[in-house]
């Protein structure tokens, strides 16, 4: 009988195959509330003919592949149902960067927030930037559709990936895309990839669109006495033309987990927006106070912009110092509506939260419509908790939204996508999904299980 490991260990050499339970638990979980199943094994290729010859082995031998970047999935895309982990950390490499085409070209184990920084150098950024960029890889954050908090101004991955090299299940390596803005090629099989979870084909490296880093000019705080007051102000700002780079909001339980970080709060304050303008910033602050805040903070100071973004960006793990008990995990949810439906969604939800008698915390990218409730879940309310995020994502999309808008569906999220479906008559959208990865893997070898049956 054939040994997999040791078909592994001859293609990646011993040491990339890792068989310890001490070295493959980190594996069986992601970021998410969500535990796998333990992994045969876990295989770190380093070449894209690494990563060929380990699909042709498991597609020949039906042994399921998970393929996993920084593990930061708040869904359980990427945790193991057994089968073999491919972790794909060895593709640490930026391997072009071109100004006047405007492009980049990395492999898919990058972190999102080395990349930036290396691009930086050159007075260019890749726009998505989700909050766990110090582990988000390229891969991770294209087969998520990740967005971030650049979202109002720049929208999420699917904008700014050109090309990809793949490897399909059976060890075939192709490329979609080129390094060119603009094609007309028939079927976008680029963008299919994105938000595909790993389940059609294994990203190796990926042609990004970058832009010029934008001037920050002004940072607004503004702060609220009531949630419902500052649904609008995205609307307010978009009518006028005043597009922020960033708009993000907190809830009073969001802004009670970083307050100890620097930023003093007024007493009365139950809600805080974050807006960052690289232009028009009168205008902004202008129609801002005419939101009714109670208060509205000017910074100027960049040293003083970046700390209170990584206070955002660190908010979903600041939360976990606002648990009632060291037991309670914290289920994140992701959904999303067209902004001008922002206030009336959020009314619903807080009404949703009353009546489920479980503490929960909001904030999210206000900018594009994203809101994150983070349900603090004690070991016997995880259904209760599963039952919250049902109805939440259904108040979205009786508003126009969406169950998910960029943590993905994998497994956590299968029955939301059912329901929005169904909601919209649009079941069709579920079995043509399934055509798809048919076509791409017949022997549903990749992320077995995740985003559709």
Same mark, same amino acid.
């Given at each position: 009988?054939?040994?997999?490991?040791?078909?592994?260990?001859?293609?990646?050499?011993?040491?990339?195959?890792?068989?310890?339970?001490?070295?493959? @638990?980190?594996?069986?979980?992601?970021?998410?509330?969500?535990?796998?199943?333990?992994?045969?094994? @876990?295989?770190?290729?380093?070449?894209?003919?690494?990563?060929?010859?380990?699909?042709?082995?498991?597609?020949?031998? /039906?042994?399921?592949?998970?393929?996993?970047?920084?593990?930061?999935?708040?869904?359980?895309?990427?945790?193991?149902?057994?089968?073999?982990?491919?972790?794909?950390?060895?593709?640490?490499?930026?391997?072009?960067?071109?100004?006047?085409?405007?492009?980049?070209?990395?492999?898919?184990?990058?972190?999102?927030?080395?990349?930036?920084?290396?691009?930086?150098?050159?007075?260019?950024?890749?726009?998505?930037?989700?909050?766990?960029?110090?582990?988000?890889?390229?891969?991770?954050?294209?087969?998520?559709?990740?967005?971030?908090?650049?979202?109002?101004?720049?929208?999420?991955?699917?904008?700014?990936?050109?090309?990809?090299?793949?490897?399909?299940?059976?060890?075939?390596?192709?490329?979609?895309?080129?390094?060119?803005?603009?094609?007309?090629?028939?079927?976008?099989?680029?963008?299919?990839?994105?938000?595909?979870?790993?389940?059609?084909?294994?990203?190796?490296?990926?042609?990004?669109?970058?832009?010029?880093?934008?001037?920050?000019?002004?940072?607004?705080?503004?702060?609220?006495?009531?949630?419902?007051?500052?649904?609008?102000?995205?609307?307010?700002?978009?009518?006028?033309?005043?597009?922020?780079?960033?708009?993000?909001?907190?809830?009073?339980?969001?802004?009670?987990?970083?307050?100890?970080?620097?930023?003093?709060?007024?007493?009365?304050?139950?809600?805080?927006?974050?807006?960052?303008?690289?232009?028009?910033?009168?205008?902004?602050?202008?129609?801002?106070?005419?939101?009714?805040?109670?208060?509205?903070?000017?910074?100027?100071?960049?040293?003083?912009?970046?700390?209170?973004?990584?206070?955002?960006?660190?908010?979903?793990?600041?939360?976990?110092?606002?648990?009632?008990?060291?037991?309670?995990?914290?289920?994140?949810?992701?959904? @999303?509506?067209?902004?001008?439906?922002?206030?009336?969604?959020?009314?619903?939800?807080?009404?949703?939260?009353?009546?489920?008698?479980?503490?929960?915390?909001?904030?999210?990218?206000?900018?594009?419509?994203?809101?994150?409730?983070?349900?603090?879940?004690?070991?016997?309310?995880?259904?209760?908790?599963?039952?919250?995020?049902?109805?939440?994502?259904?108040?979205?999309?009786?508003?126009?939204?969406?169950?998910?808008?960029?943590?993905?569906?994998?497994?956590?999220?299968?029955?939301?996508?059912?329901?929005?479906?169904?909601?919209?008559?649009?079941?069709?959208?579920?079995?043509?999904?399934?055509?798809?990865? /048919?076509?791409?893997?017949?022997?549903?070898?990749?992320?077995?299980?995740?985003?559709?049956?």
């Amino acid at each position: 009988m054939m040994s997999v490991t040791n078909e592994l260990a001859k293609i990646v050499g011993k040491e990339y195959v890792l068989t310890k339970y001490e070295d493959i @638990v980190p594996y069986v979980k992601d970021a998410s509330y969500i535990e796998g199943k333990k992994p045969i094994a @876990v295989v770190i290729p380093g070449s894209t003919s690494e990563v060929s010859k380990i699909l042709k082995l498991c597609y020949d031998n /039906n042994i399921p592949v998970y393929v996993r970047g920084g593990g930061t999935s708040l869904t359980g895309s990427s945790v193991p149902e057994g089968g073999i982990v491919m972790s794909m950390l060895r593709f640490d490499k930026i391997l072009e960067v071109n100004i006047k085409d405007r492009y980049v070209i990395a492999e898919a184990g990058v972190r999102v927030g080395e990349l930036n920084a290396y691009l930086e150098r050159y007075g260019y950024m890749y726009p998505p930037d989700p909050a766990s960029d110090i582990a988000a890889t390229v891969g991770g954050s294209i087969n998520t559709n990740a967005g971030g908090v650049r979202g109002a101004k720049y929208g999420a991955t699917k904008e700014w990936v050109l090309g990809l090299e793949v490897v399909l299940p059976d060890g075939t390596v192709t490329q979609f895309g080129e390094k060119t803005l603009k094609r007309s090629e028939g079927y976008d099989l680029t963008a299919l990839m994105v938000g595909s979870e790993g389940t059609l084909a294994v990203i190796t490296k990926a042609i990004l669109k970058i832009a010029p880093l934008p001037k920050r000019d002004t940072m607004f705080l503004v702060f609220y006495d009531s949630y419902k007051k500052f649904g609008d102000v995205i609307g307010t700002l978009n009518e006028r033309g005043l597009i922020p780079l960033t708009a993000e909001f907190l809830d009073e339980i969001s802004m009670d987990a970083v307050k100890g970080y620097g930023i003093p709060y007024p007493d009365k304050a139950k809600a805080l927006l974050i807006i960052i303008t690289s232009e028009n910033s009168d205008e902004t602050l202008k129609a801002l106070k005419e939101t009714d805040p109670i208060e509205v903070r000017t910074i100027k100071d960049q040293a003083e912009m970046d700390n209170a973004m990584k206070l955002r960006k660190g908010l979903y793990s600041s939360l976990l110092l606002e648990r009632d008990k060291p037991e309670q995990k914290v289920i994140i949810g992701d959904i @999303v509506v067209p902004p001008s439906k922002i206030s009336e969604t959020i009314d619903e939800i807080y009404r949703a939260i009353q009546s489920s008698g479980m503490k929960v915390s909001i904030f999210g990218h206000i900018g594009d419509g994203n809101v994150h409730l983070n349900i603090f879940t004690g070991p016997n309310e995880i259904d209760k908790a599963k039952e919250l995020l049902l109805e939440t994502a259904m108040i979205a999309v009786k508003h126009g939204g969406c169950v998910s808008a960029e943590h993905g569906i994998g497994l956590e999220k299968k029955e939301l996508l059912q329901k929005e479906f169904a909601y919209r008559g649009n079941q069709i959208n579920l079995e043509l999904m399934k055509k798809i990865k /048919n076509v791409f893997d017949p022997r549903d070898i990749l992320n077995r299980g995740k985003l559709i049956e």
